[in-house]
């Protein structure tokens, strides 16, 4: 199974700030990789797919890069709706697994 | 559109059961497997597996031979069975829609919470 570490666990931010969260692979994955924003008690939504392709309706402060092995997702301004939970997922090959999140919590 | 639906509570060693009924779109398409995942009580995100709408299917083997996901086109919806579930099985399930070319999973349904208890 491909591995994915995402860095940090949980971090402080304020609106306005500039984040960046890191998810590194056990192996290759090529560019299959996706992101996904859960709130509390919601369900998990897609943000950006294939590294750096924006989710139709994805607010255009969220994007992607990456490739091989280190993708990040960046918010160019933490607005207040982004304080959530991020998960990266590679797609690369089955078993389809899932980083362990990113908690953003408002500083 | 995807809605989970199934008993809240199931007895250790049971078997587990939902339907996910798809709304909005033919869930014959050649294009997308759908998918279950789950999520354990504030823990991460575990893909359970999929099935094709031919019936074909794929599983995460860390779950060996407990699953059996089916599919009914007729129906429009998708079942997850699994099988001699312990308290490890409690979780909020999820049904979902993967895309055959980009892996992605979209959309999900809101989440079918089970607990695993006597």
């Known amino acids: 199974d491909i591995q994915l570490t995402q860095s940090p666990s949980s971090l402080s931010a304020s609106v306005g700030d500039r984040v960046t969260i890191t998810c590194r692979a056990s192996?290759?994955?090529?560019?299959?990789l996706n992101w996904y924003q859960q709130k509390p008690g919601e369900a998990p939504e897609l943000l950006i797919h294939?590294?750096?392709k924006l989710q139709s309706g994805g607010p255009s402060r969220f994007s992607g890069s990456g490739s091989g092995a280190d993708f990040t997702l960046t918010i160019s301004s933490l607005q207040p709706e982004d304080f959530a939970t991020y998960y990266c997922?590679?797609?690369?090959?089955?078993?389809?697994?899932f980083g362990q999140g990113t908690r953003v919590e408002v500083k | 559109q995807l809605q989970e639906s199934g008993p809240g509570l199931v007895k250790p060693s049971e078997t587990l059961s939902l339907t996910c009924i798809v709304s909005g779109g033919s869930i014959s398409g050649h294009s997308y497997h759908w998918s279950w995942i789950r999520q354990p009580p504030g823990k991460g995100l575990e893909w359970i597996g999929g099935?094709?709408?031919?019936?074909?299917?794929e599983s995460n083997p860390s779950l060996g031979s407990r699953v059996t996901i089916s599919v009914d086109s007729s129906k429009s919806h998708f079942s997850l069975d699994l099988r001699s579930v312990t308290v490890a099985d409690t979780a909020v399930y999820y049904c979902?829609?993967?895309?055959?070319?980009?892996?992605?999973?979209?959309?999900w349904g809101q989440g079918s919470l089970v607990i695993v208890s006597s």
């Open positions: 979902t829609r993967r895309g055959i070319l980009t892996g992605r999973f979209d959309p």
């Open positions: 294939e590294t750096s």
């Open positions: 099935v094709f709408h031919t019936g074909n299917t």
């Open positions: 192996q290759t994955v090529s560019t299959y």
């Open positions: 997922q590679q797609s690369y090959s089955s078993p389809y697994t």
